[in-house]
């Protein structure tokens, strides 16, 4: 737990900080952002199937997609009212991909290629979970 | 799992709290629905019952990191509701709002374009590859009563009053030369001098223009190039290459409406074929002072040819300094560096100019300075009368701040209650003032974007009007990103300004007194503050009153000194047949054919000629012979003095036969007289190498300001040939005859451009009053907009305190009070407050009417009359406008007033 909130502190800021640098002219896509975007383009529409996909905390994860939908990259929607219904259960946001998020993900990771390594903490790419 | 105690879902309604408000429901919605979900899917699973739970907590603790991120939108969110309330509550009071507005854009308004003058003339960089990297090459000396070694022939030098040292920024050609040889620190050198006046002839038409001669490496270094054709190279730069020219941009578009074809084409200038090779491009007009935008671009090494065809032209003199050195740094390298590399060859040029006069008095500095603005001494100049014009703008937007401010308070306390209100529901004392200094910023904001509009006009007019001695269309002064800028940031800074102290008081406020509406309680306060903030109006506003009295006192004595002769219904137009390098003869013959010609026309009284006119041109002032008589000198036609109205005193006026061929004549002014003959009848007698033939009235010479100088005048039959000034008396609208004085000078010889028409008191108010013109108008202008400022601030600060006080005014009556009474005792306050105000005011305007010292004419920084007269027109102005709420006081009915609380 101490250490998801170190991660997620860390994403807050570091969300800041890019967010300053997009005002400078440039975007910016982290390293987790691109993970995000890269699980939402491969059809893992929901928070909290992002976060078990990709293994980002809550913390991490909800700040970048809104971010990234500010950004224009993603787009949410509500689910319909029949199918949450027939499950008895409030509707769910999902998160779709733009066209503008398809080629800032594709700059993304040519980026992280050429760099050889990602640039994130390594523990962040094993799931969260397992640690606990 | 036990579905009834859900600690995830009540974590998430706990910690949606947290999320600003407009998104809260749909954030909580979301976490929500995932958690609920989440639920589902683990009891599919089957798994353990505290496993589940602690994967939901675990989650349901994460959107805390969530609703975190989001803390920045909250501020977004209530600034733009505060917006919204700030806009609705200002459309729901017009007046007020518009009034505010109107004050701060005036405010605001005058001083963007004040600024954005500001910046064209005094803060652009030159439009070339990094400005930063360029220096120019200065000298400094001790001039105090030293006859330096050398002529100079730029005039823009600047002496600083503490060392008393003089700076020049010219140099010799040699000295450029050795500079150029000796170089190790700079990337590039070039020079660069002006051309005061050229004789441009194209397709036939001859018209003046300006120039600038530019040595081979100075489109190179300074990192221009041209927007057609190539610009001047070294290989131009000697005197074996063929003559060629760049044009500026603007002479290109005015003269050849934007022709790409005249590159390549052949101009005529000063009698010397050039090729044009290039056009400059829109933005760049040189390196000289901000005035000179040169029409065309010519190789150093024309200069002989160009300017000085008959020999002993300044390029070959290592005595006469000229031109200007710039340079561009080498990487890493400081001015200090430049300095310490130049400074040898320098001091051996000194030694050897001033060689023979041991031990010298002449001990130059070279000096190395930034070079990114061109050349600025003269730009210097403009920073008093820019300085003025600040402070005059500075005070009007401060005095309407004060105003808006004062007009909040009252708004205020119509709001007392709901502030009251806020307060005691909840809202913090900080989001209040938060609030209420968004109102004032939105206020500003509109005002703002009324000034950038007014600014945008202003800019124009500032230029027209202004002493710069430029004609508008050589400078651009453009409302670009930084002006914008300065104008959002005046707007915001205003807003800030005179809001904070309303928005301060609004709040501090004990709640429990205010809710029981107990009027004097609530206000007593607040009256002092918008108390203070009258006084400081009055002062501030008294300022620019005793300003502009002085100001206009000045220009009206300018305009009624006597000069000696009638300056109506005279025009005057220069021709400058040097420039074509006429002989004598010739020269002598088209000055004779001229005049009799303009003669001929219809509506001319007389016409006359004079290298330079009495007092419209500068004139020219010295000594021949090594005499010791000192005089300005004016070379006139026979009828000059007939014509222009001035009699002849004693001895006789020059006749026509006073030619080149008969002895040399003069005739001197009564100060001349007065100065250097006081005991004898000077006619006869000899000055300089000419005799005496009379004396004539003196008129002023040269400038309405300075004394009368002591003046010789020749038959400039008898001078070399030089410019001629025609000076036509006429009888009829003097603008209908300019085509035909054009042709006659067209029929005599049509490669003889005639220039610089206008009449004579166009170019005296040009000249000579065009910087008391303006401050007049300023500061009368801005000194009646202050006015009407205070009484609008005087009227509501007094309505306001007058409806604060109907209960009492209305038991005074009662008791037995005559309205004369009630009325004297509301008088007296608004009097007291406009006292205080003029007080402080006389003394902030007496420090400042002695600074202007040097503006004034004919009158001193503290004349009392001048002084007594803003004074009485200011409490005059202001009496009247609290007579009004004074009398609505003394009207109050006891019946209504008691029945009021």
Redesign the interface.
């Given at each position: 737990?101490i250490e998801?909130?170190f991660v997620?502190?860390y994403?807050?800021l570091y969300?800041?900080i890019s967010d300053y640098r997009q005002i400078m002219g440039k975007t910016y896509l982290s390293f987790s952002a691109t993970v995000i975007l890269q699980a939402v383009a491969n059809g893992y529409e929901?928070?909290?199937d992002i976060?078990d996909m990709t293994g980002l905390?809550?913390?991490?994860v909800?700040?970048a997609l809104?971010r990234l939908e500010d950004q224009g990259y993603v787009v949410s929607k509500w689910e319909k009212g029949d199918i949450?219904q027939r499950?008895l259960?409030?509707?769910?946001?999902y998160y779709k991909i733009t066209d503008d998020g398809e080629e800032a993900l594709a700059a993304a990771i040519k980026r992280y290629r050429m760099l050889g390594q990602p640039q994130g903490r390594p523990h962040q790419t094993k799931p969260s979970?397992q640690k606990? | 799992m036990n579905r009834r105690i859900r600690p995830h879902l009540w974590l998430v309604s706990l910690i949606s709290r947290m999320v600003p408000r407009r998104f809260r429901s749909?954030w909580k919605?979301?976490w929500?629905?995932?958690l609920?979900?989440?639920e589902?899917v683990l009891a599919r699973r089957s798994q353990s019952d505290w496993k589940a739970r602690n994967?939901l907590i675990?989650?349901g603790?994460?959107?805390?990191?969530?609703a975190?991120?989001?803390q920045?939108r909250r501020l977004e969110e209530e600034f733009l509701q505060d917006i919204r309330y700030a806009i609705r509550l200002l459309i729901k009071q017009k007046a007020i709002t518009a009034v505010a507005i109107v004050s701060l854009a005036v405010g605001i308004g005058a001083n963007t374009a004040l600024f954005s003058l500001i910046d064209a003339m005094l803060l652009k960089k030159l439009p070339v590859h990094n400005p930063d990297d360029l220096v120019l090459f200065n000298w400094s000396a001790v001039q105090a009563g030293m006859d330096l070694p050398l002529s100079i022939t730029f005039d823009g030098n600047r002496t600083d009053p503490g060392t008393g040292r003089t700076t020049w920024d010219s140099f010799s050609y040699r000295v450029f030369e050795q500079f150029r040889t000796s170089n190790k620190t700079l990337s590039a050198i070039f020079a660069f001098a002006r051309i005061y006046r050229a004789n441009i002839v194209a397709d036939g038409n001859a018209e003046i223009g300006d120039g600038e001669l530019v040595s081979g490496g100075y489109f190179n270094g300074l990192g221009v190039s041209t927007i057609a054709g190539r610009p001047i190279q070294d290989s131009d730069d000697n005197t074996a290459a063929a003559p060629v020219a760049v044009l500026g941009y603007r002479y290109w578009q005015q003269r050849f409406g934007l022709d790409p074809a005249i590159v390549g084409k052949t101009l005529k200038v000063n009698n010397v074929s050039l090729t044009v090779i290039g056009i400059a491009p829109p933005d760049f007009s040189g390196t000289l002072q901000v005035q000179d935008s040169p029409d065309i671009y010519v190789p150093m090494a024309l200069e002989p040819l160009l300017v000085s065809p008959n020999g002993g032209g300044p390029i070959e003199m290592p005595d006469w300094w000229w031109l200007q050195i710039m340079g561009r740094v080498r990487p890493g390298v400081s001015p200090e560096q430049v300095r310490g590399n130049m400074d040898g060859v320098f001091q051996q040029n000194v030694r050897e100019i001033s060689g023979n006069k041991s031990p010298s008095p002449f001990s130059p500095t070279l000096e190395v300075v930034s070079g990114s603005r061109g050349l600025y001494s003269s730009r210097e100049t403009y920073s008093q009368p820019l300085m003025i014009l600040m402070v005059i703008m500075g005070l009007v937007l401060l005095i309407a701040c004060v105003n808006v401010a004062n007009l909040l308070l009252a708004r205020a306390a119509t709001r007392q209650r709901e502030i009251v209100t806020r307060l005691s529901i909840g809202a913090t004392r900080l989001r209040l003032i938060r609030q209420l200094l968004t109102e004032s910023v939105v206020l500003a904001s509109l005002g703002g974007s009324l000034g950038i509009v007014f600014g945008y006009w202003g800019k124009d007019l500032l230029l027209k009007w202004g002493p710069w001695g430029i004609q508008s269309e050589q400078v651009t002064v453009r409302m670009d990103l930084r002006v914008l800028g300065f104008a959002i940031a005046i707007s915001v800074f205003t807003g800030i300004l005179f809001g904070i102290v309303p928005a301060m008081r609004s709040v501090r406020t004990e709640l429990a007194p205010a809710l029981i509406q107990n009027a004097r309680t609530l206000s007593a306060g607040r009256t002092r503050v918008s108390k203070s903030l009258l006084v400081l109006q009055v002062a501030m506003s008294l300022v620019l009153m005793v300003g502009a009295a002085f100001f206009i006192q000045t220009l009206w004595k300018l305009k009624h000194v006597d000069v000696g002769f009638d300056t109506g219904n005279v025009l005057l137009f220069k021709i400058d047949p040097t420039l074509n390098r006429y002989p004598v003869a010739q020269f002598t013959t088209a000055m004779e054919q001229i005049t009799e010609r303009l003669q001929a026309i219809e509506g001319v009284r007389g016409v006359t000629v004079s290298d330079s006119a009495l007092i419209a041109d500068g004139g020219n002032f010295g000594s021949r012979n090594r005499s010791d008589v000192r005089a300005a000198m004016l070379g006139i036609r026979w009828n000059f003095f007939q014509t222009m109205g001035v009699p002849v005193v004693s001895g006789r006026s020059f006749t026509p036969q006073d030619n080149a061929i008969a002895p040399k004549v003069a005739l001197i002014n009564e100060t001349l007289a007065r100065r250097y003959f006081p005991d004898a009848n000077p006619v006869g007698k000899r000055v300089w190498d000419a005799e005496i033939v009379g004396v004539v009235r003196d008129t002023k010479i040269g400038s309405v300001r300075r004394d009368i100088p002591p003046a010789v005048f020749t038959p400039y039959l008898q001078e070399r040939p030089r410019r001629m000034t025609f000076q036509i008396r006429f009888t009829d609208a003097a603008r209908a005859l300019i085509p035909a004085f054009r042709n006659v000078v067209k029929q005599v010889d049509s490669n003889l451009p005639v220039y610089d028409i206008r009449t004579l008191e166009e170019q005296v108010d040009r000249t000579q009053l065009s910087q008391a013109i303006l401050f007049a108008n300023f500061a009368s202008a801005f000194g009646a907009v202050a006015l009407f400022l205070v009484c609008v601030g005087l009227y509501g600060v007094t309505s306001y305190n007058v409806a604060r006080r109907t209960h009492e005014i209305g038991i005074r009556i009662a008791l037995g009070a005559k309205t004369s009474t009630v009325r004297t005792m509301v008088m007296q306050e608004i009097l007291f407050l406009v006292l205080v105000g003029v007080g402080l005011g006389l003394a902030g305007a007496l420090t400042l009417t002695n600074k202007i010292r040097t503006m004034l004419f004919g009158i001193t920084p503290n004349d009392p009359m001048t002084v007594f007269m803003a004074i009485a027109v200011l409490v005059g102005v202001a009496a009247f406008s609290g007579y009004l709420p004074a009398r609505r006081a003394s009207k109050v009915d006891p019946m209504i007033a008691l029945r009021y609380e």
């Open positions: 737990v998801n909130s997620n502190l994403s807050i969300i800041q929901y928070g909290f976060m905390p809550g913390g991490t909800y700040p809104r949450a499950e259960r409030p509707a769910r946001k979970r606990a | 749909d919605e979301e929500k629905a995932e609920v979900h989440r589902s994967d675990r989650r603790l994460a959107s805390f990191w969530d975190l991120a989001m920045p």
